[in-house]
């Protein structure tokens, strides 16, 4: 089963445009719905974003719409996080998951996916 392993994260500050990277480790993302969750302590973790496979529609949060864009490139087996506008609420540990066989109402439930990454720690301050 392939491994997400996430990269990108760091302390930035308001406004700022970091890149999230989501790499396939150990086999393709191919075939996968991918997704990015965010989790603050204290809190359940929380979605983000998702695409149902390479060139699938894309589900954004509220929260979130108009200022983070996922992208997927097939040829390096990585799904990409760009954020926009960046607010201090926007601080969290942000985590790429997997799955194959998750269900379109379930894409933004976090239990629907059996892969998970580490997390990388996304910190908005000025």
């Known amino acids: 089963q392939v491994q997400p392993v996430e990269s990108g994260g760091g302390s930035v500050q308001p406004g700022a445009t970091p890149k999230l990277t989501c790499e396939g480790s150990?086999?393709?993302?191919?075939?996968?719905?991918l997704a990015w969750f965010r989790q603050i302590p204290g809190k359940e973790r929380e979605f983000v974003a998702a695409v149902r496979g390479s060139g699938g529609y894309t589900y954004y949060a509220d929260s979130v719409k108009g200022r983070f864009t996922l992208s997927w490139d097939s040829a390096k087996n990585t799904v990409f996080l760009t954020m926009n506008s960046l607010k201090p609420e926007d601080t969290a540990i942000y985590y790429c998951?997997?799955?194959?066989?998750?269900?379109?109402?379930?894409?933004?439930?976090?239990?629907?996916?059996?892969?998970w990454g580490r997390g990388t720690q996304v910190t908005v301050a000025s």
């Open positions: 998951a997997a799955s194959t066989t998750i269900i379109l109402s379930s894409i933004r439930i976090s239990n629907g996916y059996s892969s």
């Open positions: 150990g086999g393709t993302f191919r075939r996968n719905t």
